[in-house]
């Protein structure tokens, strides 16, 4: 059966896994993982991505995230294959590190934010990378011991967790009472399952709006199933009706006075750098696309566009509003 499509959509929640090809190893000290965890850090603090909770584990990785300026396809991307390429160098190996395409399932937030904090950050207890929860505690390869305020991880959106507990105390004993629920396999998507009775039961419906209500992609009742299903239809078709890339650059240009073709080469004046900005920011962050193609257009290397968009978000107010208009 052929793979669908993930789903993703501006501010939608995900629980992300990433395996090692052949069930191999994908951190192998503790080098690669303080390299894999800044690559994650370094989104979260761009924006791409809120991340509330993570887990290393040696042969996979699991992550519950929120998309931000960016698709979260190209922030896994990113990730990913940043990270590769710097193991490969690093272990002097070539060819591929992780199994297929990662996994991602949109999660219903009301139901399950706190039970997957709870569930992703019980992964290396379960796996037998520590022994306690007061090594776990203490283990600084998951969120967990950032949420207990032993390792600082600024990025990690700590107190959006926390807000729902009275004290750290409370968290640690909300954790505490998951050790005894092992495995749930019931977290791993998929609509109306759990209230049918599995995969079998989900597939005999073929009526109405019923043969719609499961999707191994959600992790959420039927209606947030249908309701994820129209947000990402409509972020598709917004998308669509995005403005061409000359289109944006002669809109930036027009709104601090210069010609389109300025903004191509290496001119460094104070206006031309500014629209660069702006046309970097609103391209890659608003718009989620390509920076390597806005990189082509103008002459520049795809870091110093990236680079752009980092400082044209100073002024997102203003660049917005040009691109309102140009919708």
Request: proline share 6%; charged share 20%.
């Amino acid at each position: 059966m052929p793979r669908q499509p993930r789903l993703d959509a501006p501010g939608v929640l995900h629980h992300v896994m990433v395996r090692g090809i052949e069930r191999r190893p994908i951190f192998r000290d503790d080098t690669d993982r303080a390299d894999f965890v800044a690559r994650l850090g370094a989104l979260a603090t761009a924006g791409a991505l809120t991340v509330y909770a993570w887990a290393l584990l040696p042969n996979h990785a699991h992550f519950l995230v929120r998309t931000g300026t960016r698709p979260l396809s190209r922030s896994l991307r990113s990730l990913l294959t940043g990270y590769a390429g710097a193991f490969n160098r690093r272990h002097k190996r070539v060819g591929h590190l992780f199994q297929n395409r990662y996994k991602s399932i949109v999660v219903e937030e009301d139901r399950y934010l706190l039970e997957l904090v709870r569930y992703l950050h019980l992964n290396p207890l379960r796996a037998g990378v520590v022994p306690t929860l007061a090594a776990l505690a203490r283990y600084p390869w998951s969120g967990h011991s950032a949420l207990l305020g032993w390792t600082p991880r600024p990025w990690q959106a700590t107190t959006a967790i926390l807000g729902h507990f009275a004290a750290r105390a409370g968290y640690r004993a909300f954790v505490a009472e998951g050790v005894p629920q092992g495995r749930r396999p019931e977290l791993q998507g998929g609509g109306l399952v759990r209230s049918l009775g599995g995969w079998t039961a989900v597939a005999a419906l073929r009526r109405g709006r019923e043969a719609y209500a499961a999707d191994e992609r959600v992790l959420g009742a039927p209606a947030f199933v249908e309701e994820v299903r129209q947000a990402v239809a409509a972020h598709a078709e917004g998308s669509r009706r995005r403005p061409a890339l000359g289109a944006a650059l002669a809109a930036v240009a027009a709104a601090v006075g210069l010609p389109p073709d300025a903004l191509a080469g290496t001119g460094r004046a104070p206006r031309v750098a500014r629209a660069r900005e702006g046309a970097a920011y609103l391209w890659c962050r608003v718009a989620g696309q390509s920076g390597r193609v806005l990189a082509a257009a103008l002459g520049l290397s795809h870091q110093a566009v990236y680079a752009a968009a980092t400082r044209g978000e100073r002024a997102a107010a203003r660049w917005q509003t040009v691109w309102k208009e140009l919708q």
